[in-house]
């Protein structure tokens, strides 16, 4: 099985600077018609998740466009240039590789403002 | 626009089955291409799948829980459902409902459903 390990598990930035977050699978997530399998995902306090970046680098509809997702193979980042307070929450990457037989997710990241 | 909801007893007992139902409204469950997916979520926890369906009826199974997780769907309802037979307090979690497509991430999700297990 397919391994997602995230750090830091915890991240204090101060408004207006940036973040990143690192992902790393323990197989290579990279599908060969080219995309990474690869999703991140942002859960604010008391929410359901809310999907962020899918197939690596592909900002889902409404995602403000200081997230970015970057990354291939077993190596994943997901940027936000300018945190601002509603970016708080826990953010998950997950492997869509094995959808449907199987979703993994990483351990989380909680991201606090400064 | 795709809604889910989940639904059921927000209590059960340790060694019986927890049962829950997903209704989903906006959005076909014929739709092919989606599963559509159970995952739950412990207190103060990450994210853990619980299982998968088609609208065909293949389903998919954590291999945690495979042997305790029985997911099916009613196409006439739109609605699909999870058992969790035999649970124990460690099952006590936010249950989410969800649709997923492997190209394009877990777009839309339910709100949750706290079930606890306690006597």
């Known amino acids: 099985d397919i391994v997602m390990t995230q750090s830091p598990l915890s991240l204090p930035v101060a408004p207006g600077e940036p973040a990143s977050i690192s992902c790393r699978s323990s197989?290579?997530?990279?599908?060969?018609?080219?995309?990474?399998?690869l999703d991140w995902y942002l859960q604010r306090p008391g929410q359901s998740p809310q999907l962020l970046i899918y197939?690596?680098?592909s900002r889902a509809s409404g995602v403000p466009d200081r997230f970015s997702g970057s990354g291939s193979g077993t190596d994943f980042t997901l940027k936000i240039s300018r945190v601002e307070a509603e970016d708080v929450g826990v953010y998950y990457c997950?492997?869509?590789?094995?959808?449907?037989?199987?979703?993994?997710f990483g351990q989380g990241t909680k991201l606090e403002i400064k | 626009q795709v809604q889910l909801q989940e639904s059921g007893p927000g209590l059960v007992k340790p060694s019986e089955t927890l049962s829950l139902t997903c209704t989903v409204s906006?959005?076909?469950?014929?739709?092919?291409?989606?599963?559509w997916a159970w995952i739950r979520q412990p207190p103060g926890k990450g994210l853990e799948w619980i299982g998968s369906?088609?609208?065909?009826?293949?389903?998919y199974y954590n291999p945690s829980l495979k042997s305790r997780v029985t997911i099916s769907v009613d196409t006439s309802k739109i609605q699909f459902s999870l058992k969790l037979s035999s649970v124990t307090a460690a099952d006590t979690a936010v249950y989410f409902c969800?649709?997923?497509?492997?190209?394009?991430?877990?777009?839309?999700w339910g709100q949750g459903t706290l079930v606890t297990v306690s006597s």
């Open positions: 969800a649709r997923t497509l492997a190209a394009a991430g877990i777009e839309f």
């Open positions: 906006g959005g076909s469950i014929r739709s092919t291409s989606y599963y």
């Open positions: 369906i088609y609208y065909s009826g293949s389903t």
């Open positions: 197989q290579s997530l990279l599908h060969n018609n080219g995309y990474n399998y």
């Open positions: 197939l690596g680098s």
């Open positions: 997950m492997q869509a590789l094995q959808i449907p037989r199987m979703y993994t």
